[in-house]
T-cell receptor, first 112, second 111 residues
């Protein structure tokens, strides 16, 4: 089955710790994205990548980092510098901006 | 920045009725997309309408786009309980970081 997989589904982190969220796709898409969703709000773009070994900051990149060493994978690290990391994180991929985006099922991160 | 704004924020209807939700945006766009999100899940793409199109259909979905008013509407006909979800519009103003999502309309369809 082609699709995009995020893991884990739920993640708990202690304050001051870094944590990495996984995102893998087998759709052969060049573009991948990370979004953050807070309750009752839309999606805000954290980082995006148009191609392997290249990525760009979105609207709310502070406190986050990414890598794109393989076409299939786009992991997101939430660092201790992110002041309010508790949120629902969504990964997506697409052929390009004029094409539909396919989303993973999300990772709910809670800082305890 | 969130360009799209959906209206209403919440909508509750009886099964079998039609549901209409609207999206307004501020700047020129290349295309507009509608997505559905079930509670606690990822988004699912529903339909994409390009800036030179005025109306598009997909099954029970009908989307219109009025670029002069900078607005779009999503109509779901003969709604079902399974249509209960949040619906988001996403506007593409060009470029990978120019796809912005609205705050969504939460639809409840009562059986």
């Amino acid at each position: 089955d082609g699709g995009i997989t995020q893991s884990p589904k739920y993640l708990f982190r202690k304050e001051g710790q870094n944590v990495t969220l996984s995102c893998e796709q087998n759709l052969n898409h060049d573009a991948m994205y990370w979004y953050r969703q807070d309750p009752g709000q839309g999606l805000r773009l954290i980082y995006y990548s148009q191609i392997v070994n290249d990525f760009q900051k979105g609207d709310i990149a502070e406190g986050y980092s990414v890598s794109r060493e393989k076409k299939e994978s786009f992991p997101l690290t939430v660092t201790s510098a992110q002041k309010n990391p508790t949120a629902f994180y969504l990964c997506a991929s697409s052929i390009g901006t004029a094409s539909p985006a396919f989303f993973g099922q999300g990772t709910r991160l809670t800082v305890v | 920045s969130q360009q799209g704004e959906e209206d209403p924020q919440a909508l509750s209807i009886q099964e079998g009725e039609n549901a209409t939700m609207n999206c307004s945006y501020k700047t020129s766009i290349n295309n507009l997309q509608w997505y559905r999100q079930n509670s606690g899940r990822g988004l699912v793409h529903l339909i994409l309408i390009r800036s030179n199109e005025r109306e598009k259909h997909s099954g029970r979905l009908r989307v219109t786009l009025d670029t002069s008013k900078k607005s779009s509407s999503l109509l779901i006909t003969a709604s079902r309980a399974a249509d209960t979800a949040s619906y988001f519009c996403a506007t593409d103003a060009g470029g990978y970081q120019k796809v912005t999502f609205g705050t969504g309309t939460k639809l409840q369809v009562i059986p």
